[in-house]
């Protein structure tokens, strides 16, 4: 299975735009959008490509393909301008015989029986293993923190990298 993994968009269409070539060109099963989609919050500053009705048209574009869990700056409204769910607060898939959680990061969660958790919300880049958890968090798509570069993630057949959206280059790999 091949996922492509993104977090916290944030409403800046040109990083939406990244994630839909990046899609177009991997031969991906599914995107995997891990919350905050539309908008900035109040904690951010905008985004220098803010267009949140430039994002709609492109992540709809990928409808039939997405698998997302609902942000802390995601709502309802957000639910009626995106044809695809993204409301919940976690998901849980299976990739390559792996019980994967999905959530975006904000909530305590209980990780009992799967082998990865993948969320966003701290807009800074993980991959570590604890206590048998792989633990993925792809950074941010549009507002990097704690010094790191705008980034998302791949799943290919249970490898996990971490890839910078502005230059390729690999942050972090497990296997």
């Known amino acids: 299975m091949k996922l492509l993994i993104a977090s916290d968009i944030h409403g800046d269409y040109k990083r939406a735009e990244e994630i839909h070539r990046i899609w177009l060109d991997g031969n991906f099963d599914h995107l995997i959008l891990l919350g905050d989609l539309l908008y ?48 919940d607060e976690k998901r849980e898939i299976e990739a390559d015989g792996k019980k994967i959680l999905l959530v975006h990061g904000h909530h305590e969660i209980d990780t009992t029986g799967f082998s990865v958790v993948m969320s966003g919300h701290t807009h800074i880049p993980v991959l570590e293993e604890r206590d048998g958890v792989v633990f993925l968090n792809p950074g941010s798509t549009t507002i990097p923190k704690g010094g790191s570069m705008p980034s998302y993630a791949v799943w290919d057949d249970g490898k996990i990298t971490i890839i910078s959206l502005d230059n390729g280059d690999v942050v972090k790999e497990w296997e």
């Open 40 to 87: 900035h919050g109040p904690r951010n500053d905008l985004p220098p490509f803010y267009n949140p009705k430039k994002v709609i048209p492109i992540l709809s574009e990928m409808k039939d393909s997405i698998i997302a869990v609902r942000g802390n700056c995601d709502a309802e409204v957000d639910q009626m301008v995106l044809p695809f769910p993204i409301l």
